[in-house]
Structures are given as structure tokens and as C-alpha cells.
């Protein structure tokens, strides 16, 4: 299992084989299976320093990241800025760099713009390990996705799996697309066509317009958050028609698959992706996502350092 | 009298087809007598393997002075210019305070003049302060010496205030420069709208940005009988559309740069922000539609558009660094590169677009060898390869996405009027 892993960072699914994210996954489920077992904190991470950089504001991932980090028996630092306020003065490598002096030994990475953790690994001896950047990757987000639709159906390949909303602005989605793409499943993007950016079909994605027509083929449906913070402009005429055309009710889950399974990487727009029912409705595994979560976080932080002690110990 | 005599090189005068081993005499600065004798002269300079070119001549290249003096400045700049084989330079105007008075057109001239490396033509704004809103002193500023008048990067996006420039300057017998860019479309892009802005989650800029300003700055031209001229175009309709109206007999040319013809928007997937251009780098089929141009005669000019920068300004988040490259010392060599060693242009072609077709552009006289003209001259030695290397640059911007890059050809000596300005070693 080890000799599959030997990254340093996680920036992104699109550079991870299908057999390193089978790693990562396969590595979650045995960390849940200990939790199962009352075997939830370990010492595998003892003695090193695991630093969050947040310039952009999380509450779930950064609290996932922390108490996975600390579940393993690592010493976790926080670091939350505006990149706004760092934008006079120092920049964002400086800040990052300062905190490597301290004695950090991975940087969880959350920044309001694309590729800023990969540049992070040009000028740090650290793991970088990305917690959202941008509208670029998600890739925790997109582990603990392919984790659940994994673990509620014992595998990805075969399955049809749409991404619902906000294609374009959505790091959540580019991550489940290279990801699910690469475990073997189908994936549909849908939503308005202002949302559905150039070019997507050359992921290997369709696309379609019409929630309604693709409801009785899918076998998982990820509702994206509709990203109000991220829109320039009018994307879609109002928030009452996308939830018309876009938002899950219970009277479109009744003419889903009758085992449909539906995601939300959330924070959740209740009554605009999805009404309160469905979100708490037996078909919705959120909050098994959140819990998972964790896991996978766990497993990605424990891979990381095995990579950075073998480089560290191979010349 | 002094005199020099350049010997053996292959002397190439685009302007007049001329492309031969000859022996080029200078009599005091200026161009006597190019010949297949070799008269006595006091100084000899051995040009045997070298190309001997008019000096090239840039059509914008920003000097930053005053106001960016830590991102460039008069001196460096044209230093810089010179060790790029570019005797004749014309200078943007966003500069702190903008180039839009004539007492600032003054003083760019009066700065070249202190430094002494190469000429410098400043350029003046369109608009006041750059804002789109009201026009600059158009007239005092072509009384002070300004060549032409552009916003630089911001391409005006009033058809009205556009309209009322190529006007008045069609009266001053300038050309209004402008990067074609629809400010709405644009607005938050940082690269090629497709794939790679899709993968990347960068925002794009579709080519239809450029496109939209491209078709109403040629519809402007031939309402008012103005000379636009398009910088860094950069799209294959762009090429389209100016290839029809030229055919049609309006009064608009282009340039190109060359990191446009060398890089596509597939090299941004290292978010090298030196990559961060305006317009953005295009994909393939955008590139080879510029090299058609530039092979047909479609595209007048290549332009460095050198945009030096400090490097903690492009050491920064992606969407936080400015757009540019500093450019001018490798421009020659990749373009040579790119063109010539990829057979796609051959070196009288390539330098016709690098000297007489700019200076018709600006409508100064240079770019050419006529006896009789000051000897403004670049001694290129084509087999040269070389490593780009920053630390060597004249220029204070380091910010090249060619850094480390092998290239073809290299600027030997500079002269202007006559004297060696520049000579690598």
C-alpha cells in the first residue's frame, strides 16, 4: 500500500493516479474502522507540527483538518488572515514562510485564489496539503465525496454521478469531476448554461440544462453550493427560478432512482439546492460526508508525512 | 572626420531588399557608403558570421519614469533596449503622472537624453489620466514630441471619445495605439477563456473580448480616415478582420509580441505569473493564425511590449500581480527562435517587422539603412545560442517566463549615430 504513496503534497485530483486515491481512500476506511473500534486518537503524527493557513474564511474544513491532525497525535497551529489585508504589506509567501521557520511540518492551505498552494510548494521545505483554492480544487472535499458514494455503494465504477449548480465557480466540482472520472464513473455537470464553463466536455463530462432529464439515470446526485461570493454579475435571473429549475424537492427525488443518494459539500443554501426535507431525508448522506470527512483527512496528513520522512531519509 | 567601417557582416536592409556581405562605412555618425571595396577607416569592426541590421525599432515598451522607478527606469530601460539591439524606442504613458501634458512628454525626452543609450519617442495618452472620460492635450503633446497616443492597457471604451481621438489626431498626423479589449467582457480575467481556464479555475477572457473593440476600432478608422494602430493583438478573427479592412483600404496596422507567438495558454498550468499577459496567451489555433499574419503580410509588427515589474509585485497570488513581461532583452531571440530556426519566417522578413514597418508606424525615419541616414545599427550573430538568464539583465523587471530558456541568435553590439552604445563581451 505504502509503495503507491510518495507525495509530499496534495494539490489537486487531476495529478493523483487511480491507485494513489484508492490509497488515500482504502487508508480512511481503516482509520473509520479503528474509530469503530474505540480506536480513535493514535500517535502517528506525534512531534509534528501541522500549521492551518486560512486566507479565506472555512469553518468545517478547517475544523475536519484540525481535528484530524490532532486525532493523529500532531501539535496543530492556526494562522487565519484576509488576503486582503495582506495585500499592502507582506506577501502571502513571506507569511508563509515565516510560519515554516517556526518548525511547521505541513501547511493546510485555504486561499480565495486558484494555484496559490501550488506556488506555496516552489518556496517551501513543508507538505502543502490544499484546502480549497479558488474555483481551482477541493481535494479532501472531492476524497470524502468519492469516500461516501464508495462506502453507501461499495464502489464508484458504473455509477452515474451529476454535479448540480454552480459548475464554474466550484473547486468541489472540478475535484469530484478528476476523481470520479478516474475511479470509473459516468459524470454529468448540470445546471444554467452562464454556469457550465468552456470547454468542460473535454473532461469527459456531459453536460445537461435540465435537472429534470437526467433525474432517472443518476445514481448520486451532488448538489454544489450556489456561490453568491463568487458570482461577478447576473448569472441566473433569480434565486426563486434556479431553485425551480435546480433545487432538489422530494417531489423530484419521487421520480429519482429509488436508492438516489444525495451529496452537498455544504455550507447549504436550504430551499435554494435543496429543501429541508431532502437534506434531512433518508436519501441525503451529508452529514455521513462531514463525518468521513475527517477520515479521509486523516489518511491524506498521515501520507504526507510517511512521503516527507522517506525524503528526508533517502539522500 | 571619423570614421568606421563595419566589414564582412551580412548586411540585411529590409526597406530595401537588400540582403548581402558588404562593408558598411560610417562617416561621422552617419551612414556613407555600404560597398563591396573596403576603404580605410579609422576604427574596424569585423562582422564575419554577424548580421548587420538597421537598429530595431519598438513600438511600446514601458520606461516607468517617473513614478515606477522600482520596476524600471529611463536608463535601464533603455540600456536594456539597447542590449535587445533596439536603437529606436517609443515609450508607453502610464506612467505616475501620465504622459498627457507636454511638459511630461518633455520630460521623457529630456530623460533619454540624460542616460544616452537609445532614442526615445514618447508616446502620449488619449485620454486625461488615462480614464476614458476626456481627451488629453493631443496637440501640445505632439508639439512635445509625442509619436502617437494611446491609454496603453486600457483600451477606451467609449466609441465616442475613440471616435473623437482618431479625429483629431488624423489632424496631428498621428496614429492612435490601442490594446483592443472590451472592458465588461475582460473585467476580473486572468487568462484564455477554454480548457485551460476551466482545469486551471482561473477566470478567462474570451477571445471575443479583443475581438468586439478590434471590429469597432476598424469601423472608427474608416468613419474618421484615423490611423489605429492594434497592439498585442492576439486572435485569429482579430487577424481576420484586419486583414479585411486593410484590404479595403482603411488606415489600420498591428503588431504582435513575442511572447504571444511563443507560448500558448496550455504553459499557464505551472500559474507561473510571469505568464500573466494582457492580452491573455491564446490557445494553438490562435498562434498559428498570428504566424499566418506575420507571413502574409496581414500583421505590420512585432513589439517587445516590454512591461518590467519588481519582482515582489509578481511574487504575489495569482489574481493580485500585474500583467506584463519584461521582454526586451530576449524579444529578438525568441522570436528568431520561434520564426526563423522554425523556418516559418526567414531573417529579411523577420526584420522587416522589427525595423522599417515600425518606424512607418510611428512615422519617424529609421529603421532603414539609406546613405546618408544616422547609423542606428544591430550586429546579431543568428548561430549564438544562450541561456536567458535575469540576473544578467539591464532591465530592473525579472519577470520573463523565458528565464532558463535556450534561445536562438543574440544582439552582439547596438550603435546609435554611429557609437558603439552597446557591446556584449
Known amino acids: 500500500m505504502k509503495s503507491t504513496w510518495s507525495r509530499r503534497h496534495v494539490l489537486g485530483l487531476e495529478d493523483l493516479s487511480a491507485a494513489e486515491i484508492t490509497t488515500i481512500l482504502d487508508e480512511a476506511a481503516r482509520f473509520k474502522e479503528m474509530a469503530r473500534h474505540g480506536e480513535a486518537r493514535h500517535s502517528l503524527l506525534k512531534g509534528v507540527t501541522i500549521c492551518n493557513l486560512f486566507f479565506e474564511p472555512s469553518t468545517r474544513t478547517k475544523t475536519s483538518f484540525n481535528l484530524a491532525a490532532r486525532r493523529l497525535g500532531a501539535d496543530t497551529v492556526d494562522f487565519t488572515a484576509a488576503a486582503s489585508s495582506l495585500s499592502k504589506g507582506e506577501t502571502f509567501i513571506d507569511t508563509a514562510r515565516n510560519i515554516e521557520a517556526m518548525g511547521v511540518d505541513h501547511m493546510v492551505v485555504r486561499h480565495s485564489t486558484s494555484g496559490t498552494p501550488f506556488l506555496l510548494t516552489k518556496h517551501l521545505g513543508t507538505g502543502v496539503v490544499n484546502a480549497g483554492d479558488g474555483t481551482h480544487e477541493h481535494p479532501t472535499q472531492g476524497l470524502l465525496d468519492l469516500f461516501t458514494i464508495r462506502e453507501q455503494r461499495g464502489r464508484i465504477e458504473g455509477l452515474t454521478v451529476a454535479l448540480v449548480g454552480d459548475i464554474l465557480h466550484s473547486r468541489v466540482a472540478r475535484s469530484n469531476i478528476w476523481g470520479l472520472k478516474k475511479l470509473g464513473a459516468k459524470v454529468i455537470v448540470c445546471g444554467p448554461a452562464t454556469l457550465i464553463p468552456a470547454e468542460i466536455r473535454q473532461l469527459g463530462v456531459e453536460v445537461s440544462y435540465r435537472l429534470d432529464e437526467i433525474l432517472e439515470q443518476t445514481d448520486v446526485i451532488n448538489l454544489l453550493r450556489i456561490q453568491f461570493e463568487r458570482q461577478r454579475g447576473a448569472f441566473f435571473p433569480s434565486i426563486y427560478e434556479y431553485a425551480q429549475f435546480y433545487g432538489m424537492t422530494s417531489e423530484r427525488i419521487a421520480r429519482a432512482k429509488s436508492d438516489v443518494l444525495i451529496l452537498a459539500p455544504g455550507p447549504i443554501n436550504r430551499g435554494v439546492e435543496l429543501t429541508p426535507d431532502v437534506a434531512d431525508g433518508p436519501h441525503s448522506v451529508i452529514l455521513d460526508q462531514v463525518t468521513n470527512g475527517l477520515f479521509v483527512r486523516m489518511a491524506t496528513l498521515y501520507l504526507m508525512q510517511l512521503a516527507r520522512e522517506q525524503a528526508l531519509t533517502t539522500p | ?425
Open chain 2, 1 to 425: 572626420m571619423a570614421t568606421m567601417l563595419i566589414q564582412g557582416g551580412r548586411v540585411i536592409d529590409p526597406a530595401h531588399q537588400l540582403d548581402q556581405l558588404l562593408n558598411l562605412v560610417i562617416e561621422d555618425g552617419v551612414i556613407a557608403e555600404i560597398t563591396t571595396g573596403i576603404p580605410r577607416t579609422d576604427e574596424v569592426i569585423m562582422a564575419q558570421g554577424m548580421i548587420v541590421s538597421p537598429g530595431l525599432v519598438d513600438l511600446h515598451v514601458a520606461l516607468r519614469d517617473p513614478g515606477g522607478e522600482e520596476d524600471e527606469g529611463t536608463a535601464s530601460g533603455t540600456k536594456a533596449a539597447l542590449a535587445g539591439g533596439f536603437t529606436t524606442i517609443a515609450a508607453l504613458p502610464d506612467t505616475n503622472p501620465v504622459v498627457d501634458n507636454r511638459a511630461s512628454a518633455e520630460f521623457v525626452i529630456l530623460q533619454a537624453e540624460r542616460a544616452g543609450y537609445c532614442r526615445v519617442v514618447p508616446l502620449g495618452a488619449i485620454t486625461r489620466n488615462h480614464q476614458g472620460e476626456e481627451l488629453a492635450d493631443l496637440g501640445q503633446l505632439a508639439a512635445g514630441g509625442a509619436g502617437g497616443f494611446t491609454d496603453a492597457n486600457r483600451a477606451v471604451q467609449s466609441a465616442e471619445i475613440m471616435r473623437r481621438a482618431l479625429e483629431y489626431a488624423r489632424m496631428l498626423n498621428r496614429p492612435i495605439f490601442a490594446v483592443p479589449q472590451d472592458a465588461t467582457l475582460s473585467a476580473g480575467g486572468l487568462m484564455h477563456e477554454g480548457y485551460y481556464s476551466t482545469v486551471l479555475g482561473l477566470r478567462g477572457i474570451p477571445a471575443a473580448a479583443e475581438e468586439i473593440i478590434v471590429g469597432r476600432d476598424i469601423a472608427l478608422a474608416e468613419l474618421t480616415g484615423g490611423h489605429v494602430h492594434l497592439m498585442n493583438i492576439s486572435t485569429r478573427n482579430s487577424v481576420e478582420e484586419l486583414k479585411r479592412a486593410k484590404g479595403m483600404g482603411i488606415r489600420v496596422t498591428a503588431d504582435v509580441t513575442p511572447h504571444h507567438l511563443a507560448m500558448t495558454d496550455a504553459s499557464l498550468v505551472t500559474y507561473d505569473t510571469n505568464l500573466k499577459v494582457l492580452p491573455p496567451l491564446r490557445s494553438q489555433e490562435h498562434v498559428d493564425a498570428l504566424i499566418e499574419g506575420l507571413r502574409d503580410g496581414t500583421i505590420d509588427s512585432i513589439s517587445s511590449d516590454h512591461r518590467p515589474f519588481a519582482s515582489e509585485k509578481k511574487s504575489r497570488e495569482f489574481d493580485q500581480v500585474p500583467f506584463g513581461v519584461s521582454s526586451i532583452e530576449t524579444a529578438l531571440a525568441v522570436v528568431a527562435t520561434v520564426l526563423v530556426d522554425g523556418g516559418l519566417l526567414d531573417w529579411p522578413d523577420l526584420l522587416r517587422l522589427l525595423t522599417v514597418n515600425p518606424a512607418k508606424i510611428l512615422g519617424i525615419d529609421a529603421g532603414t539603412l539609406d546613405i546618408g541616414r544616422p547609423a542606428d545599427l544591430a550586429l546579431i550573430d543568428p548561430a549564438a545560442h544562450w541561456t536567458v538568464d535575469t540576473r544578467q539583465f539591464f532591465s530592473r523587471g525579472h519577470n520573463t517566463p523565458f528565464q532558463g530558456k535556450t534561445l536562438r541568435s543574440r544582439v552582439m553590439k547596438t550603435i546609435v549615430g554611429g557609437e558603439v552604445r552597446f557591446s556584449r563581451q
